[in-house]
């Protein structure tokens, strides 16, 4: 398949320099592609260029479009370039170039590429290249759909295995995110400039790992394109509109893709989604479904990203909301506009067409975005859910255990589905945190020596479920720490070490005890053990301990330090609960 791709392109470069003006840009192309250099065609360097040429590079024989765009038109029209091969434009019609991760070798059959800007998952199938490529290894170039819901590789494109790499571009990559709301894209050409071109940061393998500037390259030019989800939507939604599609389709296809925004980040949700949306337009419409592929493909991508920064609908118990709100944003962005509802009064196909003529001139892409929003009405709804202007809600736990998770399955590590269990149910009794930042070791203590014991989540197999709860949150501090600059794991550390040795026995000896209904597990109803286990001591006061069923282990009574939940009465504390020491510092 690698090889159709370079005739392909090759074929369409042939019957496009023809035309002396496109031949004259071409070879213009080349020098602002590779400036000072020499590209023989047994290069990946020209096979490079081509793409950037045929598949990105706006064209002024074309008006501005870029030329596989422009042959497409063309050949659906019957003009002047009908004889192109069809068959070649087909091929090479839906792709894009990126940098992207290997998340999972599947030997024999393919593997999954992450795109560590547009954050979408491409499924690819190359059976060789499976075998050559290990998970975390960075792919470098474009990917083309082969019409069947998987792609293939260029060529030309280059893997890069140095240790740190993948970590600091996406260490950069989220922090070109962090200030935008869309997904994020990047041209053939500034992956030129980045990986390849002579001195390039990455050229030399034996050069210091580091990442590329991103930031600097924005300032350097409109490289990165970005687009929301509303932006996307509203692309889609005009095609649509345009053949013949009534609300309720509409509202079916929108409940497809913002379903599967809200679960938890698995290649196979994206790729359910995608493919079931395809089906319905395909079912519903002529459209033709190339060019809407990778369209949906983003859509799924900035949705999921409104609704991991919106992370209070992504608890169950908010899925309805969740779905309206981002099915909403949709709706905004696509319904036609009238003077009273938007600043200027454009329908989503003219404002569209209004921001990619922008594009094409060259300017400002920031600048071109902002007016995009003004025309389709967006701007006071987006302000309010700009996490910049108003990043305190409700449930950024929750949100952070998913993309947690997510990096485990990513990064193959094993974290298994117990974790998951224990991480949720963390989140869960931190619903109110409202910043990632707000999040203490307090909180982790709290849910390991008080709510683990409450909710009895080690209430069977105590030793093996308390050390599992355990790593779950070990693993997730430590992530915290070093993905968002948090200091969790450093001041949890020492009360961890002591829950490794109080928690599986606090449970066991707890779910022995007779635990009344009711039981208030507030501190004021908390008492120290000490004197060997016989008093339990509650601020001045000194009770005898009496627990309220007997225990014939004597390994598992409380011990000195321990604490007991219970209530006192006539100078005994009858204890219904046994906390670990680590409890001290609830209180």
Same mark, same amino acid.
Request: glycine residues 8%; aromatic residues 6%.
């Given at each position: 398949?690698?090889?159709?791709?370079?005739?392909?392109?090759?074929?369409?470069?042939?019957?496009?320099?023809?035309?002396?003006?496109?031949?004259?840009?071409?070879?213009?192309?080349?020098?602002?592609?590779?400036?000072?250099?020499?590209?023989?065609?047994?290069?990946?360097?020209?096979?490079?260029?081509?793409?950037? #040429?045929? /598949?990105?590079?706006?064209?002024?024989? @074309?008006?501005? %479009?870029?030329? $596989?765009? +422009? =042959? !497409?038109? *063309?050949? &659906?029209?019957?003009?002047?370039?009908?004889?192109?091969?069809?068959?070649?434009?087909?091929?090479?019609?839906?792709?894009?170039?990126?940098?992207?991760?290997?998340?999972?070798?599947?030997?024999?059959?393919?593997?999954?590429?992450?795109?560590?800007?547009?954050?979408?998952?491409?499924?690819?199938?190359?059976?060789?290249?499976?075998?050559?490529?290990?998970?975390?290894?960075?792919?470098?170039?474009?990917?083309?759909?082969?019409?069947?819901?998987? #792609?293939? /590789?260029?060529?030309?494109?280059?893997? @890069?295995?140095? %240790?740190?790499? $993948?970590? +600091? =571009? !996406?260490? *950069?990559? &989220?922090?070109?995110?962090?200030?935008?709301?869309?997904?994020?894209?990047?041209?053939?050409?500034?992956?030129?400039?980045?990986?390849?071109?002579?001195?390039?940061?990455?050229?030399?393998?034996?050069?210091?790992?580091?990442?590329?500037?991103?930031?600097?390259?924005?300032?350097?030019?409109?490289?990165?394109?970005?687009?929301?989800?509303?932006?996307?939507?509203?692309?889609?939604?005009?095609?649509?509109?345009?053949?013949?599609?009534?609300?309720?389709?509409?509202?079916?296809?929108?409940?497809?893709?913002?379903?599967?925004?809200?679960?938890?980040?698995?290649?196979?949700?994206?790729?359910?989604?995608?493919?079931?949306?395809?089906?319905?337009?395909?079912?519903?419409?002529?459209?033709?479904?190339?060019?809407?592929?990778?369209?949906?493909?983003?859509?799924?991508?900035?949705?999921?990203?409104?609704?991991?920064?919106?992370?209070?609908?992504?608890?169950?118990?908010?899925?309805?909301?969740?779905?309206?709100?981002?099915?909403?944003?949709?709706?905004?962005?696509?319904?036609?506009?009238?003077?009273?509802?938007?600043?200027?009064?454009?329908?989503?196909?003219?404002?569209?067409?209004?921001?990619?003529?922008?594009?094409?001139?060259?300017?400002?892409?920031?600048?071109?975005?902002?007016?995009?929003?003004?025309?389709?009405?967006?701007?006071?709804?987006?302000?309010?859910?700009?996490?910049?202007?108003?990043?305190?809600?409700?449930?950024?736990?929750?949100?952070?255990?998913?993309?947690?998770?997510?990096?485990?399955?990513?990064?193959?590590?094993?974290?298994?589905?117990?974790?998951?269990?224990?991480?949720?149910?963390?989140?869960?009794?931190?619903?109110?945190?409202?910043?990632?930042?707000?999040?203490?070791?307090?909180?982790?203590?709290?849910?390991?020596?008080?709510?683990?014991?409450?909710?009895?989540?080690?209430?069977?197999?105590?030793?093996?479920?308390?050390?599992?709860?355990?790593?779950?949150?070990?693993?997730?501090?430590?992530?915290?720490?070093?993905?968002?600059?948090?200091?969790?794991?450093?001041?949890?550390?020492?009360?961890?070490?002591?829950?490794?040795?109080?928690?599986?026995?606090?449970?066991?000896?707890?779910?022995?005890?007779?635990?009344?209904?009711?039981?208030?597990?507030?501190?004021?109803?908390?008492?120290?053990?000490?004197?060997?286990?016989?008093?339990?001591?509650?601020?001045?006061?000194?009770?005898?301990?009496?627990?309220?069923?007997?225990?014939?282990?004597?390994?598992?009574?409380?011990?000195?330090?321990?604490?007991?939940?219970?209530?006192?009465?006539?100078?005994?504390?009858?204890?219904?609960?046994?906390?670990?020491?680590?409890?001290?510092?609830?209180?």
């Amino acid at each position: 398949m690698r090889d159709p791709i370079q005739r392909a392109l090759t074929s369409l470069l042939a019957s496009l320099v023809e035309r002396p003006e496109i031949a004259a840009e071409y070879e213009a192309s080349l020098a602002d592609f590779a400036p000072g250099r020499t590209l023989p065609t047994t290069e990946p360097a020209w096979l490079r260029h081509l793409e950037s #040429f045929l /598949l990105e590079r706006p064209s002024d024989a @074309f008006d501005g %479009e870029v030329p $596989v765009l +422009a =042959l !497409r038109a *063309d050949l &659906e029209s019957g003009g002047d370039l009908s004889d192109v091969d069809a068959d070649a434009l087909d091929l090479v019609s839906d792709s894009r170039a990126g940098m992207f991760v290997v998340r999972e070798v599947r030997p024999g059959e393919g593997f999954w590429l992450k795109d560590l800007l547009g954050l979408g998952e491409l499924p690819v199938l190359e059976r060789r290249a499976s075998a050559e490529l290990t998970p975390g290894d960075l792919v470098v170039g474009r990917a083309y759909a082969d019409g069947d819901g998987a #792609f293939v /590789l260029s060529p030309a494109a280059e893997v @890069f295995s140095r %240790e740190g790499l $993948v970590e +600091a =571009l !996406r260490l *950069d990559a &989220e922090q070109a995110r962090a200030g935008r709301r869309g997904t994020m894209r990047i041209t053939q050409r500034e992956l030129e400039r980045m990986f390849f071109e002579p001195g390039a940061r990455f050229e030399d393998p034996s050069a210091a790992a580091g990442a590329p500037d991103l930031a600097e390259l924005e300032a350097s030019a409109p490289i990165v394109e970005v687009e929301s989800a509303q932006v996307i939507g509203a692309r889609i939604d005009a095609q649509l509109r345009k053949s013949g599609w009534d609300d309720e389709d509409r509202a079916a296809l929108v409940e497809v893709m913002t379903s599967a925004a809200i679960e938890p980040v698995k290649p196979d949700v994206a790729n359910a989604a995608i493919a079931r949306a395809l089906e319905l337009v395909a079912f519903e419409s002529d459209i033709d479904l190339g060019p809407l592929r990778i369209d949906f493909a983003a859509w799924w991508a900035a949705l999921k990203l409104e609704a991991v920064r919106t992370a209070k609908q992504l608890r169950e118990d908010g899925a309805a909301a969740g779905r309206a709100k981002l099915a909403a944003g949709f709706e905004r962005a696509s319904a036609p506009a009238d003077e009273s509802s938007t600043g200027g009064g454009l329908s989503a196909q003219e404002a569209l067409a209004a921001f990619d003529r922008g594009r094409a001139e060259g300017r400002d892409v920031e600048a071109l975005f902002r007016q995009l929003e003004a025309d389709l009405g967006l701007e006071a709804d987006d302000e309010e859910d700009d996490p910049g202007d108003a990043p305190d809600f409700p449930g950024v736990v929750g949100a952070m255990v998913e993309e947690y998770l997510w990096d485990g399955e990513r990064q193959a590590a094993d974290s298994s589905a117990e974790q998951a269990e224990f991480l949720r149910a963390f989140a869960a009794l931190h619903t109110e945190i409202g910043l990632f930042d707000a999040l203490e070791a307090q909180h982790l203590i709290d849910f390991a020596a008080r709510a683990a014991i409450e909710n009895e989540l080690c209430a069977t197999d105590h030793e093996r479920r308390a050390r599992a709860l355990l790593d779950a949150l070990e693993r997730f501090a430590r992530w915290a720490d070093a993905e968002h600059e948090l200091e969790l794991w450093i001041e949890f550390e020492e009360a961890h070490a002591t829950l490794v040795e109080d928690l599986a026995r606090a449970a066991a000896v707890s779910r022995k005890l007779a635990r009344p209904v009711g039981l208030d597990w507030s501190a004021e109803n908390w008492a120290r053990v000490e004197a060997e286990g016989r008093e339990a001591v509650r601020g001045n006061e000194r009770f005898e301990l009496l627990l309220s069923a007997k225990i014939d282990d004597r390994e598992l009574g409380p011990r000195e330090g321990d604490w007991v939940v219970g209530r006192a009465k006539n100078g005994r504390f009858e204890a219904a609960a046994v906390l670990p020491r680590a409890a001290s510092r609830l209180r």
